[in-house]
C-alpha cells in the first residue's frame, strides 16, 4: 500500500514544488495531482519532474463530475465524460494510476431504478479509466443523515458499491472509507475481513475518526476526527489488516472540520509533520 498525502482533502493550499521534498523527508510515497496538471501538460511534465527527483509517485486523480449525482443529468453526464477521456489520457501520459468517485446513498428515483441508472454511469465511467490504465473505486457513504435528503434511500454500505461494480462489468473497485464504514452499520468486522481478503479491489483507503460520545446515527458527515484522535474508530487495526495483504492501494488521512481549518492555516512544513506523525500513529 501506498502512503499518499491529498492536498485537496486536507484543505493545503500548497503545491507540488512545495510538499513534494518535505513528503520524500518524512516518508509520504505519494501526492495527489491537481486539477490543473490533467489541463497543461507543460506545468504536468514540470511536476512529474519534481516528483520523480523525490523519489515519490502520484496519488489519486481528480474527477471532472459528481458522477452520481442526481442533479447530473444525461446531458452534462455525457460532457463530463468527454472531460474525462481527454483528462484519463492526460492522467495516463502522467502516470496516475489511482481514482474514485462516492455513491450518494439517497435520490430521487426508487431504488431498482436508481441501481440501474448508477450500473450503466459506472460501466461508462470506469470503463474510460480502465482504457487509460487508472484504476477506479467507488466510495459508500455511510452518515445517516447523507440518507434523507432526496426522497428515496439508496445504497450506504460495502456491499451495495459492490454490487453496483460487478452488475456494470466488475471493472471498478472500492474506495474505502473508515468513517463510512463505521456510520454504515456500526463498523461491521465482516467488511473489513473481506476487503483484506479481496485487497485487489482496495482502490483507496481513507483513514479518520469519529467524534467521541455521539450515537452512530447522529454522526455528521463534515465533523471528522484526524485517525486515532477519539479512538471510536480503530483505523489502525484495520490499516494494519489491509497492509498484511499485497495491494497496490492508495491510504491517506481524511478528517473533516474542525482539521481541514486547522490544515489550512498551516505552513506546508507544518503540514506535512503532522501527516507524518498521524502517519507514525497508525503503524
Known amino acids: 500500500?501506498?502512503?499518499?498525502?491529498?492536498?485537496?482533502?486536507?484543505n493545503l493550499p500548497h503545491g507540488i514544488a512545495e510538499l513534494a521534498p518535505l513528503c520524500a523527508q518524512h516518508g509520504i510515497q505519494a501526492l495527489s495531482a491537481p486539477r490543473a496538471l490533467l489541463e497543461d501538460e507543460r506545468a504536468a511534465a514540470e511536476a512529474?519532474?519534481?516528483?520523480?527527483?523525490?523519489?515519490?509517485?502520484?496519488?489519486?486523480m481528480p474527477m471532472p463530475a459528481d458522477f452520481y449525482?442526481?442533479?447530473?443529468?444525461?446531458?452534462?453526464f455525457d460532457e463530463a465524460l468527454r472531460t474525462l477521456a481527454r483528462q484519463a489520457k492526460a492522467a495516463e501520459k502522467l502516470g496516475v494510476t489511482h481514482a474514485?468517485?462516492?455513491v450518494w446513498s439517497t435520490g430521487p428515483r426508487e431504488f431498482d431504478e436508481n441501481f440501474d441508472w448508477h450500473v450503466r454511469r459506472v460501466r461508462a465511467v470506469s470503463g474510460i479509466l480502465s482504457d487509460h490504465g487508472v484504476r477506479y473505486g467507488l466510495e459508500f457513504l455511510g452518515p445517516h443523515e447523507l440518507r434523507t435528503w432526496q426522497p428515496h434511500e439508496f445504497v450506504h454500505?460495502?456491499?451495495?458499491?459492490?454490487?453496483?461494480?460487478?452488475?456494470?462489468g466488475g471493472q471498478a473497485g472500492v474506495a474505502f472509507d473508515t468513517f463510512h464504514w463505521y456510520t454504515s452499520n456500526g463498523g461491521n468486522?465482516?467488511?473489513?475481513?473481506?476487503?483484506?481478503?479481496?485487497?485487489?479491489?482496495?482502490?483507496?483507503?481513507?483513514?479518520?475518526?469519529?467524534?467521541?460520545?455521539?450515537?452512530?446515527?447522529?454522526?455528521?458527515?463534515?465533523?471528522?476526527?484526524?485517525?486515532?484522535?477519539?479512538?471510536?474508530?480503530?483505523s489502525r487495526a484495520i490499516l494494519g489488516k489491509f497492509q498484511g495483504q499485497s495491494c497496490d492501494?492508495?491510504?491517506?488521512?481524511?478528517?473533516?472540520?474542525?482539521?481541514?481549518?486547522?490544515?489550512?492555516?498551516?505552513?506546508?512544513?507544518?503540514?506535512?509533520?503532522?501527516?507524518?506523525?498521524v502517519f507514525a500513529r497508525l503503524e
Request: net charge negative; glycine share 4%; proline share 4%.
Open 157 to 168: 454500505s460495502l456491499a451495495g458499491v459492490i454490487a453496483i461494480a460487478d452488475a456494470a
Open 189 to 234: 468486522p465482516d467488511d473489513v475481513l473481506y476487503m483484506a481478503q479481496h485487497a485487489d479491489r482496495l482502490v483507496a483507503l481513507h483513514l479518520n475518526d469519529a467524534v467521541a460520545g455521539v450515537p452512530v446515527a447522529e454522526q455528521r458527515d463534515m465533523q471528522r476526527r484526524l485517525p486515532m484522535e477519539t479512538g471510536v474508530i480503530d
Open 249 to 277: 492501494a492508495l491510504y491517506m488521512i481524511e478528517p473533516f472540520e474542525p482539521a481541514r481549518t486547522r490544515f489550512a492555516a498551516m505552513t506546508a512544513q507544518q503540514a506535512v509533520e503532522t501527516v507524518a506523525s
Open 48 to 60: 512529474a519532474a519534481i516528483l520523480a527527483d523525490n523519489g515519490l509517485v502520484w496519488g489519486l
Open 1 to 10: 500500500m501506498i502512503r499518499t498525502l491529498d492536498a485537496s482533502m486536507l
Open 69 to 76: 449525482h442526481w442533479d447530473l443529468d444525461d446531458a452534462a
Open 100 to 102: 474514485y468517485n462516492h
